[in-house]
């Protein structure tokens, strides 16, 4: 090979095995940290996997909050109209947490089906709705179309409309 | 009336913008000289009647004109003025009128400072600005037009957010809109250059003194987001992996890589096409940012209220400019390349590996970004990828660009032995691995390998930035030589910022705690007593004031304030943090929530070289800025040869 054509050759060796490298990292980092949104249903179907962390969506029950008097542990349930599932946080909510509000939590489902939640979040709009919740408190309402009451089926659509 | 007007001399804009992008390339095509320069008064005349609109808007605001829809939607009367006056860019039909007007501005000041370019080129550039711009009004003016008049006029306004309500605010979006839209200014250049066939070195010398504005701008503008998240947002965090911080990033990162091509085209007159590639990519990653933003994609602190429409035209909008650039590019970069050789170890090598390093970066935070829009869009699946991965992935690729940054400061252009180079680099890396071995041992409360790797980085950039400055500008502080001044300083910023990133990252301490008044909480040396709270009156909201006193070995050290707002207009509460500062350290307290009769939940930080993020990036913007006072020299034809050799 000519001294040119030498160059070349490492240079692009050299590029073929860096990129190889960033690519095989990229799809490690992002396969492992990958993170799936499922709703109460989904749990209670027990379509969520049993050791990755996931988020877990859906509108706080009404009287479930109860608070731990010694600590910062926290319990609610969280709802998409259909199936309910426990949650238990332990810091500080966000200030928008509260009773009836579409949250979003992520953290692991525990053997005792309760959700353990790592991080609870709440966005900083008091009429603002999650869309992966509101997609999922649809779904529940078009399951459950005889029975729920006809509102919450009109203020989801509401909240998806907006 | 007012409101009308703004709304007529957007049009009016409109119009010139019609003739700017139309009358110059009509005139470049028949050689038509008259109708070249007719550019530049077209550039002002969009520039002053975007002025005299926003001037409009501005206006409404601060007389509280609620007839105004926008108006009556993003501000109220009990409002602060400042914020009467930011809360025009507060929501999304007013900041892209403040982005139009910015767009308009470049447009001028390109108009005003390009006469060593010739006259085909300028007029090109501004041709496509004056296109970009139609794109813009025309979105403003079909689907988010901000002088909307109410019928039935409110009479108080439903108040701006908050959050926004922040001296940060103020200024983020301006400053970061400079950014964002300077890249409009290399994307025009590109495309111009492509347009003319030839690109030669001292245009790529013009080009990159835009750049590096633009870049500047982008760099303050992106920590001031970060500092504003950091303490307003309550939990401080100074950066989210969130869509719409990436979004900023992107063109940040390729803005980075143009500069670097840019001073290889200028001062080697090679990799032409590159250049011109980074310079399309640059703006449209700026556009994607848009579309990002204000699409409603994504949920995010910055998300505006979503309006399908709006999506579908800045898509369209982006496949136009992204399309049309990228055929052009296909079909003519060919004619401005030229090849100049140079060996494996050498200044130019290092660059485009380092360029190569930064391409992959900007597509691995892409990836992340759009990956989880597109499947959601597709109807796969909702996921999401959080911090975890931006960060794994950017630590592995920060280690080799961190590496070729010290090398390249110590190599020369074309050629270079590997003999000549380990003589000038012994100092500098013997120096940085003391620094990244003794600090740890010495200064900081364990040692990590994390620590010490980041230490290491950083310490290998500025010595080497450090090294080569004391050699090159033998001269000192006399006369020093700007343009290597500037850029050491620039890239002593980026060490400190790293640093900075590097110490917050691995030694914070972060606590929620359950205190009644009273109660101390201890973090390290720090003793956090909590006296109470206090309830306050001010302005336009209420707040519950936490008392916190610090103390070090039983010594008063500072007291914190960290308030619980409630606005009026408002239901939810806004967490104001208190925050206690120093170069080598914040002390951050929030109030959580109120638990029982006297107890509060409290979160107590310790967040070590936290100011060290925000402190590079200012270098860093300074630094940039500095090399464009170089004063060129008059070469001689044999100091040119010298110059080659030396550079």
Redesign the interface.
Known sequence: MSP?RK?RF??VL??IV??SI?TF??VQ??S??????FSTSEVKQGKVPADRDF?LGGLVVEGSVK?D????TVRFDLTDTLTTVPVEY????P??FREGQGIIS?GKLNAQGIFIAEEVLA????NYM???VA?SLKKAAEQNSIKPTQTTTNEVNQEVS? | MIPEIGHFSLIIGLAFAFVLATVPLFGNHHKHTALMQLAVPAAVGQFLFLALSFGCLLYSFTVDDFSVKYVADNSNTQLPMIFKVSATWGAHEGSLLLWAWILTGWALAVSLFSKTLPLSLQSKMLSVLGMVTIGFILFILLTSNPFERLLEIPQEGRSLNPLLQDIGLAIHPPVLYMGYVGMAVTFAFAIAVLLEGKFEMAWARWAKTWAIVAWAFLTLGISLGSWWAYYELGWGGWWFWDPVENASLLPWIIATALIHSLSITASRGSFQSWTLLLAILAFSLSLLGVFLVRSGVITSVHAFATDPTRGIYILVFLVVVVGASLSLYASHAHKVTQRKEFSLLSKDTLLLLNNVILVTMMATVLLGTLYPLILDALGVAKLSVGAPYFNSVMLPLTVPLALLMGLGFATHWREDSSKRLLSRLWLPAVASLLVAFLVPLLLLPDVSGLAILGLLMSSWIAFTALIWLLKENSTGLVKPNMQKFGSALAHIGFAVTLTGITITSIYSIEKDVRLEPGQSYQINEYQFKFIGVQQKQVDNYLASEGHIKVFIDDKLLTELYPQKRTYMSQVMPMTEAGIDAELSRDLFVALGEKLDETAWSVRIQYKPFIRWIWLGSILMAIGGVLTLFQRRKKVKPENANVAEVNA
């Open positions: 040119v160059k490492y240079m050299l590029l860096g990129v960033a990292l990229i980092a992002f492992q940290n990958m993170m799936f949104f988020r608070r008097s010694k600590s910062l332990t810091g500080i909510l200030d928008l992520k966005k900083h709009d008091e999650p869309p992966e997609d907006k």
